[in-house]
C-alpha cells in the first residue's frame, strides 16, 4: 500500500488560531496544498460555531470544492446533527471525535465517554447507511492533559470495538504530543496484524520534538496513513499545552528522501507555508522549511 498523507491543516491546523481566517483564503491556502500533490485533505469541521469560531464557515469552504478532480475530501464530525451537516454539503469521508479519556472527552464534547462512544456509533451507522467512509479519531491515545498516560489496553479495545462496529478506519491520536516512539508501536502494531494497514490512521503533534520519530515508528509498525499539518499549524482549544501537527513538509521530506514515494513535491510545499504564515500571522515550517529557505 502506498502511503497517504492526509492534510490537515485547514482544520486541525487553524481551529486554535486566534485570528480568523477567511474562506477565499482558506481556498487559496488548499489551491496552493493540492498544486504540491496533496490529494487527502480534511477541509473543516462541523462543530458547534461557538466551540471553535475558525470553522463557522464549513459550509461555505466545502461548496466551493471541486468534487470531480479525483482529490478526497474530508470533514470532521463531534456528533450525528456534525455528520448531517457535513453529509448535506456532499463530503463522503468523515472523521469522527472519540477519546480515550474521559475528562478530555467531557472538555472537548462535552459528552461522556459512553455518550460519545454512542454518537460514534450513530455517525458510523450512518456513514454504512449512506456509502460513506469514517475514521474514528481516539484523542489522547498516549496521554490526556488531565489524566496523565493512557494504558494502551484501554485504546486497542476501543480501537477494535470501533472497527468491528464498522467503523472503516481508527486513527490512533496523540493530541498532545505527549507520546514516544515505542507506545506509537505498541498502539499500532497490533491493529495492523488484525485489521490491515488500510485501516489504521496515525496522527501525532509535535509538543516534545518526538512527533517525526513517532511517524517512523509507525511506518516500521506497518502505518500507512499519516497525518500532517501544512507548516506544523495546529493545536486544541480542548487541550492545555498542545502545538502543532507534525509538519506536513518534514514528513514529505524524511518519505521521499528515504525512497518512499508520497507523490507530493516537497519545495512547492514552501509557497502553501509562506501562504499559511501570511493568513495566521504566524511564524510557522518544520524544520525541513527552515533548511530549505536557508538554501535559497
Ligand atoms: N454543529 C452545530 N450545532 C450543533 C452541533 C453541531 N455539530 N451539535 C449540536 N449542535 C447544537 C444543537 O442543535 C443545539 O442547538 P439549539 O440549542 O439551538 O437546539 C446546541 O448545539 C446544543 O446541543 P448539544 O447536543 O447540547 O451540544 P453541546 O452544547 O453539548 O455541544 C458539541 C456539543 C460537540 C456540539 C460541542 O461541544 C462542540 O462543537 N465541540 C467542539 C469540539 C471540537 O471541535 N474539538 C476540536 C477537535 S477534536
Ligand atoms: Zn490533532
Redo the contacts with the bound molecule.
Keep these: 500500500m502506498d502511503i497517504i498523507i492526509n492534510e490537515v491543516g485547514l482544520r486541525?491546523g487553524l481551529?486554535n488560531q486566534p485570528k480568523l481566517v477567511s474562506t477565499a483564503d482558506k481556498l487559496s491556502l488548499l489551491t496552493l496544498l493540492e498544486k504540491a500533490g496533496l490529494k487527502h485533505i480534511e477541509v473543516a469541521?462541523?462543530?458547534?460555531?461557538k466551540?471553535?469560531p475558525q470553522?463557522a464557515d464549513a459550509e461555505a469552504v466545502v461548496a466551493d470544492l471541486n468534487f470531480s478532480n479525483g482529490q478526497v475530501y474530508s470533514g470532521?464530525?463531534?456528533?450525528l446533527?456534525?455528520y448531517d451537516?457535513g453529509a448535506a454539503t456532499g463530503l463522503n469521508e468523515f472523521g469522527l471525535?472519540m477519546s480515550a479519556s474521559s475528562t478530555f472527552s467531557e472538555r472537548?464534547?462535552?459528552?461522556s465517554l459512553e455518550q460519545s462512544y454512542q454518537a460514534c456509533l450513530d455517525v458510523i451507522k450512518a456513514c454504512l447507511r449512506d456509502g460513506n467512509r469514517s475514521r474514528v479519531?481516539i484523542?489522547c491515545s498516549c496521554a490526556c492533559p488531565y489524566e496523565g498516560r493512557i494504558q494502551e489496553a484501554v485504546v486497542l479495545d476501543l480501537a477494535k470495538r470501533l472497527l468491528d462496529e464498522g467503523a472503516d478506519e481508527v486513527s490512533i491520536s496523540d493530541t498532545i504530543g505527549a507520546g514516544t516512539p515505542s507506545q506509537i508501536f505498541d498502539l499500532t502494531s497490533p491493529l495492523i496484524s488484525e485489521y490491515g494497514a488500510s485501516r489504521v490512521n496515525l496522527h501525532v503533534h509535535d509538543t516534545r520534538g518526538a512527533a517525526l520519530a513517532m511517524v517512523w515508528s509507525g511506518y516500521l509498525a506497518g502505518v500507512r496513513m499519516f497525518d500532517a499539518s501544512i507548516g506544523g499549524l495546529g493545536g486544541?482549544?480542548?487541550a492545555p499545552g498542545a502545538t502543532g501537527n507534525v509538519a506536513t513538509e518534514d514528513l514529505v521530506y524524511m518519505f521521499n528522501q528515504s525512497g518512499i514515494h508520497t507523490n507530493i513535491d516537497f519545495e512547492a510545499l514552501e509557497p502553501a507555508v509562506a501562504f499559511a504564515e501570511k493568513v495566521t500571522t504566524s511564524s510557522l515550517g518544520g524544520k525541513s522549511m527552515q533548511w530549505l529557505r536557508s538554501k535559497c
Design positions: 486541525d481551529q469541521s462541523f462543530v458547534h460555531p466551540a471553535v470553522m470532521l464530525v463531534p456528533n446533527r456534525g451537516r471525535i472537548n464534547v462535552r459528552m479519531y484523542s486544541c482549544p480542548f
